[in-house]
């Protein structure tokens, strides 16, 4: 958190950004993905498939309201970027008595 915004970074190699979730939804951030590999190899020897996959989710539990509508992520080089500025409070306004 800094300069009123927070600031989540993770590493997720090996992955595509289509295949990551984020979500900002009653004071928690969410980061879901799943990454699916397979590989086939024939020879006249011998034949070889393998399927690899997995799936992750982690949730981090926020401090102050973000303003939803203004969350930014990137994702580069396997790392991924969000920042999240914190909602505007109202201020106080004061009542003129007539």
């Known amino acids: 958190e800094k300069d009123g915004k927070y600031y ?19 004071g928690y951030v969410t980061i879901s993905g799943k990454k699916e590999d397979k590989k ?5 020897d011998y034949y070889i498939k393998e399927t690899r996959h997995g799936s992750f989710r982690r949730s981090f539990r926020l401090d102050r309201k973000v303003a939803e509508d203004k969350v930014d ?9 969000v920042v999240m500025p914190h909602e505007e409070e109202a201020e106080t306004k004061k009542i003129e008595i007539h």
């Open 8 to 26: 989540l970074t993770a590493e997720l190699p090996g992955l595509k950004k289509e295949d990551i979730s984020i979500t900002v939804d009653n």
């Open 40 to 44: 086939e190899e024939k020879t006249s």
């Open 73 to 81: 992520a990137t994702y580069k080089d396997g790392v991924l970027t």
